[in-house]
Nanobody
Framework: VRLVESGGGLVQPGGSLRLSCAAS????????MSWYRQAPGKERELVAN????????KYADSVKGRFTISRDNAKNTVFLQMNNLKPEDTAVYYCNGQNGFGDSPKLSPWGQGTQVTVSS
């Protein structure tokens, strides 16, 4: 299993970023794919996930209406478009896969993550 996250950076409040996660080493289309984040001193939390066909999507209340998750099964990649970013979105963002919505992350090892910093 290999998960490689990219696209993070420093952005001002109200700005946008698009994260990508390139996956390999497992059957990508058999997993619900998810984005998680971990802020300093806090536990990792689920941000959003997308079903196997890219149709069903779920979001944490804190990002609903601002973030959009999508996937490209031909390229084994999952994306997170983040708009109207807030300082509280600052965290390291990771992707992982689940057997179903509500399930725990199943892929190991985790990737290195991508740092998102929202600050003026």
């Amino acid at each position: 299993v290999r998960l490689v996250e990219s696209g993070g950076g420093l952005v001002q409040p109200g700005g946008s970023l698009r994260l990508s996660c390139a996956a390999s080493g497992f059957s990508f289309t058999t997993y619900v794919m998810s984005w998680y984040r971990q802020a300093p001193g806090k536990e990792r939390e689920l941000v959003a996930n997308v079903g196997r066909l890219g149709v069903n999507k779920k979001y944490a209340d804190s990002v609903k209406g601002r973030f959009t998750i999508s996937r490209d099964n031909a390229k084994n990649t999952v994306f997170l478009q983040m708009n109207n970013l807030k300082p509280e979105d600052t965290a390291v963002y990771y992707c992982n896969g689940q057997n179903g919505f509500g399930d725990s992350p199943k892929l190991s090892p985790w990737g290195q993550g991508t740092q998102v910093t929202v600050s003026s």
